[in-house]
């Protein structure tokens, strides 16, 4: 997700002809491009992208688990 908000910003630079980025070459830019697609054809083809979603759905579940203990200990009561 970095790379597709650096290259969306690096694009509007050079439309822009902004700064340094005025001067570079289209293939610069779209090459972030590239780098963003191919980041994303590895997370899905390693299991990355399904490993994270696993592991913060877990840390929901402790969490959530953790809140249901406090709520039940003795002298804590919520009105």
């Known amino acids: 997700m970095y ?3 650096l290259a969306i910003v690096l694009t509007l630079l050079k439309v822009a002809e902004i700064g340094p980025v005025a001067g ?5 830019i779209l090459s972030v491009y590239g780098a963003a697609v191919a980041w994303w054809a590895w997370a899905d083809a390693s299991g990355y992208t399904k490993r994270k979603a696993m592991e913060k759905m877990d840390q929901r579940k402790k969490d959530r688990l953790e809140r249901q203990k406090q709520a039940m200990t003795p ?4 009105r």
Do not use: D, F, T, Y
């Not at 002298?75 to 919520?78: L, M, N, P, S, V």
């Open 3 to 5: 790379l597709l908000g």
């Open 24 to 28: 570079w070459s289209w293939w610069i």
């Open 75 to 78: 002298g804590q009561r919520r």
